[in-house]
């Protein structure tokens, strides 16, 4: 059984950074694409960033361009989200979320497409 688990989360100042890492269980990490994606109270879970199975390629929300970045180290079977500069309107629930169904270089991103999910970690940035 594939389990993840995110952590990194947590209270900053606008401008800071965060790491958020997604560690993985139970499955051959290196045949996942992986994905971040967030929720805001009262809102739909967004993508935020792709990476493929491969990490050949990667997707990346339009208000986040320039300030995340993904990874995924298949020695570590571990996922990442390096997120710079980071503002209030980036706060939300952060899940990552796994599947092995796609090709080497898709990038999908919608919530339905993936099997496995995170418990989420909270980000919060403050003005």
């Known amino acids: 059984q594939v389990q993840l688990v995110e952590s990194g989360g947590g209270l900053v100042q606008a401008g800071d950074s965060l790491r958020l890492s997604c560690a993985a269980s139970?499955?051959?990490?290196?045949?996942?694409?992986m994905a971040w994606f967030r929720q805001a109270p009262g809102k739909e879970r967004d993508v935020v960033s792709v990476?493929?199975?491969?990490?050949?390629?990667?997707y990346y929300t339009n208000s986040v361009k320039g300030r995340f970045t993904i990874s995924k180290d298949n020695a570590k079977n571990t996922a990442y989200l390096q997120m710079n500069s980071l503002k209030p309107e980036d706060t939300a629930v952060y899940f990552c979320?796994?599947?092995?169904?796609?090709?080497?270089?898709?990038?999908?991103?919608?919530?339905?497409?993936?099997?496995?999910w995170g418990q989420g970690t909270q980000v919060t940035v403050s003005s």
């Open positions: 139970g499955g051959t990490f290196s045949n996942y694409a």
């Open positions: 979320a796994g599947v092995t169904r796609s090709n080497q270089l898709a990038t999908p991103v919608l919530p339905s497409f993936y099997d496995y």
């Open positions: 990476i493929s199975r491969s990490g050949g390629r990667t």
